[in-house]
């Protein structure tokens, strides 16, 4: 299965590895932040929300790869 379409119908939490770069809907739970979507790039640690800590959610909302990850604009 496409490592993109995989993440897209899973839900991650903090401290896992992000497995494709792009726009996650951040799905907070009984929390008063207001973060709703963000940018993350593969490999990063998904961080913990200050207000709901641990019980956040991540899910791929749509795969954008950084222009680093471009084969076309490698050095």
């Known amino acids: 299965m496409n490592v993109a379409r995989k993440a897209a119908r899973e839900s991650l939490k903090s401290g ?6 792009g726009i996650y809907d951040v799905i907070h739970r009984n929390c008063p932040s207001q973060v709703v979507q963000a940018l993350f790039l593969r490999g ?3 961080p913990e929300c200050r207000f709901c800590a ?9 795969a954008m790869p950084h222009i680093s990850e471009d084969f076309d604009f490698r050095r």
């Open 44 to 46: 990063e640690v998904l």
């Open 16 to 21: 896992d590895r992000v497995p494709e770069s």
């Open 54 to 62: 641990h019980k956040v959610k991540f899910q791929l909302n749509q």
